[in-house]
Nanobody
Framework: VQLQASGGGTVQAGGSLRLSCAAS????????MEWFRQAPGKEREFVAF????????RYATSVKGRFTISRDNAKNTVYLQMNSLNAEDTAVYYC???????????????WGKGTLVTVSS
């Protein structure tokens, strides 16, 4: 499956952004979808997960209560709504597809190119 993330940009601290990740090539609804991020000089880290039908979600502790992952299988798209952004959220955000839940980036089957989110203080 091919994944294309979009929606990144520069936002002031406290602001919001919504990332999108459009999928093509294979049956989108067959895959669990996840968002990861990688800040400068740091390893890629898990952000959020959503199950195939969207009924189950998981979040990293650092974003819980501020970020919301959702998906629209009719549009082959997964979203990440990010609220109350702070400087520590600055990173390149990647969407990924997998056959099951994992917080390990090495277990993802497909990756999209990242989209940069910069939070200015």
């Amino acid at each position: 499956v091919q994944l294309q993330a979009s929606g990144g940009g520069t936002v002031q601290a406290g602001g919001s952004l919504r990332l999108s990740c459009a999928a093509s090539g294979r049956t989108f609804s067959n895959y669990y979808m996840e968002w990861f991020r990688q800040a400068p000089g740091k390893e890629r880290e898990f952000v959020a997960f959503i199950s195939r039908a969207g009924g189950s979600t998981r979040y990293a502790t650092s974003v819980k209560g501020r970020f919301t992952i959702s998906r629209d299988n009719a549009k082959n798209t997964v979203y990440l709504q990010m609220n109350s952004l702070n400087a520590e959220d600055t990173a390149v955000y990647y969407c990924a597809a997998a056959g099951g839940f994992s917080a390990e980036s090495t277990r993802m089957d497909y990756w999209g190119k990242g989209t940069l989110v910069t939070v200015s203080s």
